[in-house]
């Protein structure tokens, strides 16, 4: 882009701390607080296991992935981060039930709505 070695490595930093906010306000929490209320008691455990699980295993998947990313994409790489942060975010908006003040009987038949 023609800018200054500096210039883009604050860009970097600034583009890479948004994708870790925008994450963790996001899909990030997912597997802690949501998963918590969107099943019953006897299953929650298991089910935040779950969720915490998967929730690793992207992270695992990130770290390994991103020098290759980055090789093959420069630093078009934060793009593709910010892109798939995006579509996790209409994802949650679109699908995820709002769960306060709701039972999980209810929260349960917001799903079967979909």
């Known amino acids: 882009f023609g800018l200054s ?4 490595l604050a860009c970097a930093v600034v583009a890479m701390s948004g994708v870790i906010v925008a ?6 929490c997912v597997a802690w607080f949501v998963v918590a209320e969107m ?10 296991a779950l969720g915490v699980g998967i929730n690793w295993a992207a ?3 990130i770290a ?6 980055h090789s093959l994409l420069g630093p ?5 981060f910010a892109a798939s942060t995006l579509v996790f975010g209409i994802f949650t908006w679109r699908f995820v039930p709002e769960t306060k003040n709701k039972s999980v009987h209810d ?3 917001s799903f079967e709505k979909l």
């Open 5 to 8: 070695a500096a210039t883009e």
């Open 59 to 61: 992270n695992i998947v």
């Open 76 to 80: 078009g790489t934060c793009g593709v």
């Open 107 to 109: 929260i349960s038949n």
């Open 23 to 28: 994450f963790t306000v996001g899909p990030g």
């Open 39 to 48: 099943f019953p008691v006897g299953a929650r455990d298991a089910a935040m």
């Open 64 to 69: 390994l992935g991103f020098p290759l990313l």
